[in-house]
């Protein structure tokens, strides 16, 4: 089915995030996406991910253009597809200032240009080609991979949130990831992403949260945590971006709460972005919902993985999900 599974980073544990992977492939949805923020590294666990699967994709979603190498993670893309043929799926990102510059050391600098150079020098790395490359960032001369490079071409999705993303995404990626974007939004979204080629992807990381089992308003007060998380504490961009979007006022009063500490009250302001960023309701509801996304479009359903419980709950979501989706192309 053309629907994936991701993981709320916070707190993600990998041995919740291969049960889960491996119930993914066993419900049959299409591909997992493995975090990376500060908890768990990315490529180590797509290496596991990929052992104990044999089918399901295994995306890194995402890792950022400053903390390694281009050549390194173009290194690493060969070495998971040797474990796993065909299986693997990029997703790069820039990260944010306060993260690259205070927890990795390094000048966040010129975002734009870097990632677009970094995957101009992955490129050629996995294509084991001679990687000569002059650029404002990358400058590199004699570079040639020494194993056996990738067969087929490497997919690559940006993680892009405004148009200025979302056009790089058009112009030089395989599609994007698109994280915290309004459900209402997505066609402006898809109009940027598949300007030049309306074949392009687009990844919509979403949580998740049925009524079937889950308590409804418990649900949507994790998921208003979620909001409220982002728009505050995750630098300017989420907050900007939903701000462009038509949802100024809503985020603006999220910050004013949360910033004089009416933690609870911000919680509420941020109930009305929740069916626009998230999937809350019946079972039924919820798998229309995402059959009627563009074809173009692979909603992704995201879970925490702290735990075992964790795990419990996205098996039981997954499960439940696949069989209303079945049922509706059954008609």
């Given at each position: 089915?053309?629907?994936?599974?991701?993981?709320?980073?916070?707190?993600?544990?990998?041995?919740?995030?291969?049960?889960?992977?491996?119930?993914?492939?066993?419900?049959?949805?299409?591909?997992?996406?493995?975090?990376?923020?500060?908890?768990?590294?990315?490529?180590?666990?797509?290496?596991?991910i990929l052992t104990i699967t044999g089918r399901v994709k295994v995306g890194a979603g995402i890792v950022n253009v400053y903390s390694r190498s281009a050549t390194l993670i173009g290194m690493g893309c060969v070495t998971l597809d040797q474990i796993a043929p065909d299986r693997f799926i990029l997703g790069l990102g820039v990260s944010g200032r306060g993260l690259i510059e205070k927890w990795h050391g390094l000048k966040f600098t010129d975002p734009f240009t870097r990632v677009v150079e970094y995957l101009e020098v992955i490129r050629k790395t996995v294509s084991g080609e001679r990687v000569d490359y002059a650029g404002k960032h990358l400058n590199l001369g004699g570079f040639r991979l020494y194993t056996q490079p990738l067969t087929k071409p490497l997919q690559v999705y940006l993680?892009?949130?405004?148009?200025?993303?979302?056009?790089?995404?058009?112009?030089?990626?395989?599609?994007?990831?698109?994280?915290?974007?309004?459900?209402?939004?997505?066609?402006?979204?898809?109009?940027?992403?598949?300007?030049?080629?309306?074949?392009?992807?687009?990844?919509?990381?979403?949580?998740?949260?049925?009524?079937?089992?889950?308590?409804?308003?418990?649900?949507?007060?994790q998921i208003a945590r979620t909001i409220v998380f982002y728009v505050t504490s995750m630098g300017d961009y989420y907050y900007r971006n939903l701000s462009r979007l038509g949802f100024e006022r809503v985020v603006e009063r999220i910050r004013m709460e949360y910033r004089v500490g009416r933690r609870d009250e911000a919680l509420r302001a941020a109930e009305p972005l929740v069916d626009e960023l998230a999937l809350v309701g019946a079972p039924g509801e919820i798998a229309e919902k995402l059959a009627d996304y563009p074809k173009q479009v692979t909603p992704v359903l995201m879970f925490k993985a702290e735990n075992h419980e964790d795990a419990d709950r996205a098996l039981k979501t997954m499960g439940i999900l696949g069989e209303e989706l079945r049922k509706l192309r059954g008609r």
């Open positions: 089915m053309n629907v994936g599974v991701g993981f709320d980073w916070r707190g993600a544990n990998l041995q919740a995030m291969a049960r889960i992977a491996r119930g993914a492939e066993e419900f049959g949805y299409d591909v997992v996406w493995v975090p990376e923020a500060w908890g768990v590294e990315a490529f180590s666990s797509i290496a596991h993680a892009a949130l405004g148009d200025r993303s979302l056009k790089l995404a058009a112009e030089h990626f395989d599609g994007s990831i698109l994280t915290m974007y309004p459900a209402s939004k997505l066609d402006h979204a898809l109009s940027i992403t598949t300007s030049l080629n309306p074949n392009k992807r687009a990844y919509l990381f979403q949580p998740v949260a049925l009524n079937t089992f889950d308590n409804t308003p418990d649900g949507v007060r």
